[in-house]
């Protein structure tokens, strides 16, 4: 292939035309068209919810007695529940202050604690001298 020949074709194709800015009334047209499309889409969306939760409610009714069975057809064995479950676990902090709190015992929350109490205590209230006492 002859490099010319193609780079002539290249060339003569023509070129993509230069697209105006909107105009603030096509531009309103627009937003208004997407607004609109934001309906049909929120409609659609609840439509496609409801129809899940018929779908769901229908599968309850007939298939849900199969959670009741293991992969092989048996009858599984349903766990008593416990009697006492404590609200709050002894692994997992509850709280965003555990959460902190629980961290504060390694290398990096000692130097955090140090360099905390460094930076207070300059900002800390202090009884005047007796110089800049009111008189």
């Avoid at 993509?16 to 909107?22: C, D, L, R, W, Y």
């Avoid at 208004?32 to 609840?46: E, S």
């Avoid at 609200?87 to 202050?97: E, G, L, Q, R």
Wanted: hydrophobic share 30%.
């Amino acid at each position: 292939m002859n490099l010319n020949a193609h780079h002539k074709q290249s060339s003569t194709q023509p070129r993509k035309p230069v697209v105006a800015q909107p105009a603030p009334q096509a531009w309103e047209n627009k937003q208004a068209a997407l607004q609109k499309d934001q309906v049909q889409q929120d409609k659609i969306w609840r439509e496609s919810v409801e129809a899940e939760q018929r779908r769901k409610k229908i599968w309850c009714q007939n298939w849900s007695f199969l959670s009741d069975y293991d992969q092989l057809g048996r009858k599984k064995e349903q766990k008593p529940l416990p009697k006492y479950v404590p609200v709050f676990s002894s692994k997992i902090p509850n709280s965003t202050n555990q959460t902190i709190g629980s961290h504060l015992n390694t290398e990096l929350g000692r130097a955090l604690i140090n360099m905390d109490y460094f930076f207070t205590t300059g900002a800390k209230k202090r009884k005047l001298e007796v110089e800049l006492q009111p008189s």
